[in-house]
């Protein structure tokens, strides 16, 4: 993997973390609102990341489920 690419992945985990799953430009799953999906990279441009917020966790938590590079 490359730098860039390793990097985006890196700064989409920490937006996660630092917003507790509401990363602006993250889009929610219509069936399943904890479902959450976001571009990785300028616009998108490398991929997206799958996440999930389990708010009703002890202590509530996300998983990162899927990074699906373009």
């Not at 990097?7 to 069936?31: H, L």
């Not at 959450?36 to 996300?62: C, F, K, N, T, W």
């Amino acid at each position: 993997m490359s730098g860039d690419v390793f990097g985006a992945v890196v700064a989409a985990t920490v937006a996660i973390n630092e917003t507790r799953g509401e990363v602006p430009g993250s889009t929610a799953s219509q069936k399943w609102p904890q479902q959450r999906r976001m571009p990785i990279g300028a616009d998108g441009s490398l991929g997206i990341a799958e996440y999930v917020i389990l708010a009703d966790a002890d202590p509530p938590h996300i998983l990162l489920t899927r990074i699906q590079l373009y």
